[in-house]
């Protein structure tokens, strides 16, 4: 069993920078992929960005490409997301992700995750 508790979110301009944070407890999480994922208000969860078990593997959405930015500290079993140049619609609640069967490639799916986060709001303003 793995929890998984995300904290940095807030309230910040458009044009400012936030980081989230990720801590897992139980489980190792370095036997994890681990994502981020986003809801926003009356939509449907997509994927943000995923990074695999030792993080030489990462992928992000085209609408965070060069912006975001994931990476890992298995040491203290924690993801991070750096967020720079923050946009209005990037507003949502950011739940952290942990799936062991994409460790390698970190693939993540919103189908196939085994753990997630209760997330953590970001709120952007214009």
């Known amino acids: 069993q793995v929890q998984l508790v995300e904290s940095g979110g807030g309230l910040v301009q458009a044009g400012g920078s936030l980081r989230l944070s990720c801590t897992a407890s139980g489980r190792t999480s370095s036997s994890y992929a681990m994502g981020w994922f986003r809801q926003a208000p009356g939509k449907e969860r997509v994927i943000v960005s995923t990074i695999n078990y030792s993080g030489g593997k990462t992928y992000y959405a085209e609408s965070v490409k060069g912006r975001f930015t994931i990476s890992r500290d298995n040491a203290n079993n924690t993801v991070y997301l750096q967020m720079n140049s923050l946009k209005p619609e990037d507003t949502a609640v950011y739940y952290c992700?942990?799936?062991?069967?994409?460790?390698?490639?970190?693939?993540?799916?919103?189908?196939?995750?085994?753990?997630w986060g209760k997330g953590t709001l970001v709120t952007v303003s214009s």
């Open positions: 992700a942990a799936d062991r069967g994409t460790r390698y490639s970190g693939m993540l799916s919103l189908d196939g995750v085994d753990y």
